[in-house]
């Protein structure tokens, strides 16, 4: 990259964190120190202002990044990511969002507690929910370091390191100063950037190929190496009867893990009722399926227009497509509109990054301090200390985030976020869904739902090719693989389940029938809900 894409592209990197520092600085100011703002802004945002948030918080590196990388590299198989991650809201449409507004407060603890014993719950819960926020702020961490490595030459490691550190920093200071309130601001105003370049560049492609889409097609797959095949399925799951499975577990992953989502979930507590909550989601459901419609477009474009091998030359995982792909649709490297072009996307996935790392943080300190720390140390904490409590542990889950982003930094972002909905849908989903509807549910079996998920979730990816065992793992020069899938989801998504059922029938608890229909109508009429 020349001398002109990194400057311009840095002025906007620079422009961006300083107008989002500006925000949280403004709402700092402006704050109550109340518990209730610090994690949900005061239940205050309207359902369209949700919505873009919402939007924002879940269209990540892993969409803009990794997806459109995927679809480069392996075509038809690439999209499969794309409709588990649409439809999965669906599913939170109609099952999630409203019964969790009213039953909930903060957390996703505060939804299983109303009817069980608080301690034992909370700390599972709040240890499952910092897991996979980890898991993915780890994704946005690679993305970030993927995108300046790109910037800058891509050939420094020391690069890619200061931007993973960076980032975790910038996430520290959002979370900590500025609460739910701040960060939904810059998620509002990412989301609007994304969109804003994601139509930008769609138009561009489409102007290119003089709206044929089957021109596009076409030439994708000639570039691709792979003629037809690029088009069909199978190129990067239909191999043998281990890769078709691994694309099951995947696809179950995507579509359930979106309603276990810990920075998904408290975001229906920022507005102020159930059917604001069901209206976000609808806004949500609209911009979220617009943007995924264009990331397809995007993805055959890199193929047809920058091609999978330079791709891969600049970024082995894919990461670094879309960029390319602004870069050639400006006029190439060498042209004042290819340098605007790229600067600008490269400063909207820099954006998308730090929005969703700073949403993804809330949650999980969110966990740490209400449910972790309340539970172990204090039993009855005050709602200011609590606070306190979550923005030292925003600091702890950003050092871990980083030393973990600077280890995977070799993996697709977009398969790395699919890590972490398969841990989300093994273990939180199990246990909020028998919560809601199973009136026999018990306190044992809520606790053996999140770790017969959890731990198998965990086990599996350590012992799979994603660690060992292959020149792609994390630590290529060993090998303790023992499991064939890339993606747990098969078996722990079902395990999660199982150990719910199995703890709650050998428990000795009788169900509290009281407490059962109190959470039933509330979660049903909102009567009693915060």
């Not at 950037?193 to 492609?205: D, E, Q, R, W, Y």
Request: with cysteine; charged share 10%.
């Amino acid at each position: 990259m020349t001398g002109h894409h990194q400057t311009l592209a840095l002025l906007l990197f620079s422009g961006f964190v300083a107008v989002t520092l500006a925000i949280t600085t403004w709402v700092s100011r402006n704050r109550r120190g109340s518990a209730e703002e610090f994690y949900v802004g005061g239940r205050l945002f309207s359902p369209l202002e949700n919505g873009f948030a919402i939007a924002g918080d879940y269209v990540s590196a892993a969409s803009f990044l990794g997806v459109t990388g995927l679809i480069a590299l392996y075509g038809y198989d690439g999209m499969l990511y794309v409709v588990g991650f649409f439809v999965a809201w669906l599913l939170v449409l109609f099952l999630v969002a409203e019964l969790v507004r009213n039953c909930g407060r903060f957390t996703l603890a505060d939804v299983v507690v109303a009817r069980m014993s608080e301690r034992p719950v909370r700390i599972a819960a709040g240890t499952s929910s910092v897991t996979v926020s980890v898991l993915y702020l780890v994704a946005q961490m690679v993305g970030a370091g993927s995108l300046v490595a790109l910037l800058l030459g891509g050939t420094s490691a020391a690069a890619r390191a200061w931007t993973v550190i960076g980032v975790g920093a910038l996430m520290v200071i959002y979370v900590s100063l500025g609460g739910m309130r701040a960060t939904t601001w810059i998620q509002i105003v990412k989301a609007v950037l994304l969109l804003s370049g994601t139509v930008a560049l769609t138009v561009l492609v489409l102007l290119r190929f003089h709206g044929d889409l089957d021109r596009l097609l076409l030439t994708a797959a000639e570039r691709s190496g792979h003629g037809d095949g690029f088009l069909a399925p199978g190129l990067k799951y239909g191999g043998d009867w281990t890769a078709r499975l691994d694309f099951i577990s995947l696809g179950l992953a995507l579509v359930l893990g979106t309603a276990g989502l810990p920075h998904i979930l408290s975001r229906f507590y920022t507005v102020p009722t159930a059917r604001a909550a069901r209206r976000s989601v609808l806004w949500s459901i609209g911009l979220i399926g617009g943007f995924y419609l264009m990331t397809i477009v995007l993805g055959f474009a890199a193929a047809a227009i920058v091609g999978p091998e330079a791709v891969r030359g600049s970024n082995v995982a894919g990461n670094t497509a879309v960029p390319l792909l602004a870069l050639d649709l400006g006029g190439g490297a060498d042209s004042t509109g290819g340098t605007v072009l790229f600067a600008v996307v490269a400063a909207v996935a820099f954006a998308t990054i730090l929005a969703v790392v700073a949403g993804i943080t809330l949650a999980s300190s969110a966990s740490v301090a209400h449910d972790l720390y309340a539970s172990l140390r204090r039993r009855h904490a005050k709602p200011r200390s609590e606070v306190t409590v979550a923005r030292v542990a925003s600091v702890g889950i950003g050092v871990v985030a980083i030393a973990l982003g600077l280890l995977a930094r070799d993996l697709n972002v977009a398969f790395l976020v699919g890590l972490a909905f398969a841990v989300a849908a093994s273990a939180n989903l199990p246990v909020l869904l028998y919560s809601l509807f199973w009136r026999g549910f018990t306190t044992r079996g809520a606790v053996w739902s999140v770790y017969g998920g959890l731990v198998p979730a965990l086990v599996l990816v350590v012992l799979s090719p994603v660690v060992s065992g292959s020149p792609e793992s994390l630590f290529p020069g060993v090998d303790f693989q023992y499991f064939p899938l890339q993606n747990p989801g098969i078996v722990s998504i079902p395990l999660g389940f199982l150990a719910g059922w199995l703890g709650t029938v050998t428990s000795a608890e009788v169900p509290d029938e009281a407490k059962h229909a109190e959470t039933e109508v509330r979660s049903l009429t909102g009567a009693g809900a915060v």
